[in-house]
T-cell receptor
Framework: KNEVEQSPQNLTAQEGEFITINCSYS?????LHWLQQHPGGGIVSLFM???GKKKHGRLIATINIQEKHSSLHITASHPRDSAVYIC??????????????FGTGTLLAVQP | ETGVTQTPRHLVMGMTNKKSLKCEQH?????MYWYKQSAKKPLELMFV???????ENNSVPSRFSPECPNSSHLFLHLHTLQPEDSALYLC????????????FGSGTRLTVV
């Protein structure tokens, strides 16, 4: 079992729909990252969270440390949001370790 | 462009070839990473360099040889690879410890024939 699990693995939505992608983890973490990977491979960092909620444009990320769970929401989805969304967690505290553990990603397709 | 530049974007090499992947960042970061992304698998950490020193080798076969001549440049030297090494190789950088988040390059798509 992976230490970071994402659901769903694949998601197809109609343009304008509200989308939620979930991430659960089983280890102690100091931060959780949401990443976006477009076809072609490049990865863009969307959010880094250690508590609460962050919002950037139509994207909202939340984390519940007690539940070891995070969600990424996309409001008013658009075809350009089609990508793989990856959850990654950073274990431990302090500067001694900077290792990320990745989920397998959620492939999102938003249809016009 | 994210600030982390990887070259080449695509590489096809034979199993007896020697090639190198290059990664460059001018973000002032002092940690650099190599990741491997195979189909249907999570990203796998290969190597971590902090302040030019290798601090993590994630049991990577010796046919992959990293080099970090300074905090801005990272290389991955490849020799006698196997077809199963075909994957997307991603470079990333951050401040030491990952503070402030990570910046990824666009990756090198490697095919071993």
């Amino acid at each position: 079992k992976n230490e970071v699990e994402q659901s769903p693995q694949n998601l197809t939505a109609q343009e304008g729909e509200f989308i939620t992608i979930n991430c659960s983890y089983s280890v102690g973490i100091s931060a959780l990252h949401w990443l976006q990977q477009h076809p072609g491979g490049g990865i863009v960092s969307l959010f880094m969270l250690s508590s609460g909620k962050k919002k950037h444009g139509r994207l909202i990320a939340t984390i519940n440390i007690q539940e070891k769970h995070s969600s990424l929401h996309i409001t008013a989805s658009h075809p350009r949001d089609s990508a793989v969304y990856i959850c990654a967690v950073k274990r431990g505290w302090g500067g001694a370790t900077n290792k990320l553990i990745f989920g397998t990603g959620t492939l999102l397709a938003v249809q016009p | 462009e994210t600030g982390v530049t990887q070259t080449p974007r695509h590489l096809v090499m034979g199993m007896t070839n020697k090639k190198s992947l290059k990664c460059e960042q001018h973000l002032g970061h002092n940690a650099m990473y190599w990741y491997k992304q195979s189909a249907k698998k999570p990203l796998e950490l290969m190597f971590v360099y902090n302040f030019k020193e290798q601090t993590e080798n994630n049991s990577v076969p010796s046919r992959f040889s990293p080099e970090c001549p300074n905090s801005s440049h990272l290389f991955l030297h490849l020799h006698t690879l196997q077809p199963e090494d075909s994957a997307l190789y991603l470079c990333a950088s951050s401040q030491a410890g990952g503070a402030g988040g990570y910046t990824f390059g666009s990756g090198t798509r490697l095919t071993v024939v």
